[in-house]
Structures are given as structure tokens and as C-alpha cells.
């Protein structure tokens, strides 16, 4: 039997009879991240949506052998709740998520993908190096973030890495009791990505969505994940990093509902353009 995974499931307000959307949350964070905004918003479009929470993650079970769990084991996860649906789903996976949901496609396939903020295809050590220079004290109190430990500081580093200026106090605080431990065993795989090459890549429709202000993963890369798919890549204006929680995050749902409109033929008005350039 599968581990236990908690599932966060949000039905369509009126069923359009779209695909539906399945959330994989990023790296030392759980699925509560999606429905603060995400999920509600995506719920009145018509879709019937799912996020989960990953092995160790959230109320999932786990938590006592989360650094066993690798990507592969991750990826295991989104297949056990697709396999669950009866439909081919929208994957959306934000960073580490990305990666997971683009693991699950070596062996299965979807509606449609799309990339929130994702881990680049050269891995976490160039972005981690940069890091480090820009935020010095960032690995310090991210580990005060993971044990509830916050200071004053904590939550000023932490703010500054995976929000844009724009987030307030009050948005901020929703954000800080979801912060817990990642496994090291994803990390260390997240850190060699460009020494595994994907076993395949379905042809799917796929949008990579990145903010303009991303402190960990600088927006003119996005185009190396996105040539790797054949999709598109939309840069949000003053955007951090955690996309769906940021308060730019209305402009990169409004996105992804006009972009699967068009792709997916569900009678939407058409596409605009990319709010900006990639920078």
C-alpha cells in the first residue's frame, strides 16, 4: 500500500466539465500554500481542484523518514492521487514541485503543465552560490524558519527570499506555520539535475510562469526550462517567489486560466500577452 497522503480536495463551484487541476507544492513547504488563494480562485473558474501534500510533508505520512524520500519517491505520490481522479489531469508544480511533476511525466502523461517558479534544469547549486552571496545569512535562518524559531531577522530574510516588497505583515504571517523541514535526499538530487537526463517528455501543452523579483531562481532562466517542454515562459511583474502566495498572485492565476483557455480549447477569451518580458 501507498503511504498515507493527506489530499486537499476542492470542487468546481459549477462543473464546466474541465480537466482537472492537480498542486504540487515546492521544497519545505506543504500543500496549505495553494489554498489560501490559488484553490478558491480556480475552483469559481469551473475546475475541480487537488493539491496534496508530499510524503513527509504537512499531514501526510512520513514526517519520521522524510530525508529517505527522493524525487522518484515524490513523483510516486502524484501518480498514487492521479491514478485516484478518472481523468487526465493539469499538472501545476511550484519549484521543487516542478521537478516532481516533471518526474512523474517520464512515465505517465497530462492535459497540460505548468511550471511555477521552477528549480532550473542545472539544478540548485549555481542559484544556491548566488544565493549565498546575495543573503549571506539565509541558510541560518531558514533553519530557524523550519524549527518555529522566528526572529525578527528570520522573518526579514525569509521575506526578502520568497516574497516580492509588496507582501505585507499579514501575508507574510499565513506563510510562516507552513515552513518545515525538506528531505535531504530531494535536496542533494535537486543539486545534480543536469547530471540526469529525463527518460521522456510527453508532448503536452506547458507554461513556465516565474516572478520578475525571484530571489532564488533568476528569471532569465526560465526559458532553459521551457525549451526543454517546447512551451511558453511569462515573467510576472514585481513577483517573488512564491508565486501563489505573493500578492502578485491574482496576475499568475489569471494567467494560467487564459493560457489552459486557449490550449485546451475550454472557450475562453484569448490568450494576452506575457505581462513582461523574460528579464
Same mark, same amino acid.
Given at each position: 500500500?501507498?503511504?498515507?497522503?493527506?489530499?486537499?480536495?476542492?470542487?468546481?463551484?459549477e462543473d464546466r466539465g474541465f480537466p482537472p487541476l492537480v498542486f504540487v507544492h515546492g521544497g519545505y513547504i506543504n500543500s496549505a500554500c495553494w489554498d489560501v488563494s490559488f484553490l478558491p480562485f480556480f475552483q469559481r473558474r469551473g475546475?475541480?481542484?487537488?493539491?496534496?501534500?508530499?510524503?513527509?510533508?504537512?499531514?501526510?505520512?512520513?514526517?519520521?523518514?522524510?530525508?529517505?524520500?527522493?524525487?522518484?519517491?515524490?513523483?510516486?505520490?502524484?501518480?498514487?492521487?492521479?491514478?485516484?481522479?478518472?481523468?487526465?489531469?493539469?499538472?501545476?508544480?511550484?519549484?521543487?514541485?516542478?521537478?516532481?511533476?516533471?518526474?512523474?511525466?517520464?512515465?505517465?502523461?497530462?492535459?497540460?503543465?505548468?511550471?511555477?517558479?521552477?528549480?532550473?534544469?542545472?539544478?540548485?547549486?549555481?542559484?544556491?552560490?548566488?544565493?549565498?552571496l546575495r543573503q549571506p545569512d539565509f541558510i541560518a535562518e531558514a533553519e530557524r524558519a523550519v524549527r518555529g524559531e522566528y526572529t525578527a531577522k528570520t522573518v526579514r530574510v525569509m521575506r526578502e527570499v520568497y516574497f516580492s516588497p509588496?507582501?505585507?505583515?499579514?501575508?507574510?504571517?499565513?506563510?510562516?506555520?507552513?515552513?518545515?523541514?525538506?528531505?535531504?535526499?530531494?535536496?542533494?538530487?535537486? #543539486?545534480?539535475?543536469?547530471? =540526469?537526463?529525463? &527518460?521522456? !517528455?510527453?508532448?503536452?501543452?506547458?507554461? %513556465?510562469?516565474? +516572478?520578475?523579483?525571484?530571489?532564488?531562481?533568476?528569471?532569465?532562466?526560465?526559458?532553459?526550462?521551457?525549451?526543454?517542454?517546447?512551451?511558453?515562459?511569462?515573467?510576472?511583474?514585481?513577483?517573488?517567489?512564491?508565486?501563489? #502566495?505573493?500578492?502578485?498572485? =491574482?496576475?499568475? &492565476?489569471? !494567467?494560467?486560466?487564459?493560457?489552459?483557455? %486557449?490550449?485546451? +480549447?475550454?472557450?475562453?477569451?484569448?490568450?494576452?500577452?506575457?505581462?513582461?518580458?523574460?528579464?
Open positions: 500500500m501507498h503511504r498515507q497522503l493527506h489530499l486537499l480536495d476542492r470542487p468546481a463551484l475546475y475541480h481542484c487537488y493539491a496534496l501534500d508530499l510524503s513527509g510533508h504537512g499531514r501526510s505520512a512520513g514526517r519520521r523518514e522524510l530525508h529517505n524520500f527522493g524525487l522518484d519517491d515524490y513523483a510516486e505520490d502524484v501518480a498514487h492521487i492521479v491514478a485516484s481522479l478518472g481523468a487526465s489531469p493539469v499538472l501545476i508544480g511550484h519549484s521543487m514541485g516542478a521537478i516532481v511533476v516533471q518526474r512523474y511525466l517520464e512515465t505517465a502523461s497530462a492535459k497540460a503543465l505548468v511550471m511555477l517558479a521552477p528549480v532550473p534544469p542545472t539544478g540548485l547549486a549555481v542559484s544556491g552560490m548566488q544565493l549565498a509588496d507582501v505585507s505583515a499579514e501575508q507574510f504571517a499565513v506563510f510562516q506555520p507552513m515552513v518545515q523541514d525538506e528531505s535531504m535526499r530531494a535536496l542533494t538530487e535537486l #543539486m545534480t539535475l543536469s547530471l =540526469r537526463l529525463p &527518460a521522456r !517528455k510527453p508532448r503536452i501543452p506547458a507554461l %513556465v510562469i516565474g +516572478g520578475q523579483l525571484d530571489a532564488l531562481f533568476a528569471a532569465n532562466r526560465l526559458y532553459m526550462t521551457a525549451a526543454g517542454w517546447n512551451g511558453e515562459s511569462c515573467v510576472i511583474p514585481r513577483a517573488g517567489h512564491m508565486l501563489m #502566495m505573493d500578492p502578485q498572485w =491574482r496576475s499568475v &492565476a489569471e !494567467k494560467i486560466d487564459d493560457w489552459l483557455g %486557449v490550449h485546451l +480549447g475550454l472557450n475562453r477569451d484569448q490568450t494576452p500577452e506575457c505581462m513582461a518580458q523574460i528579464v
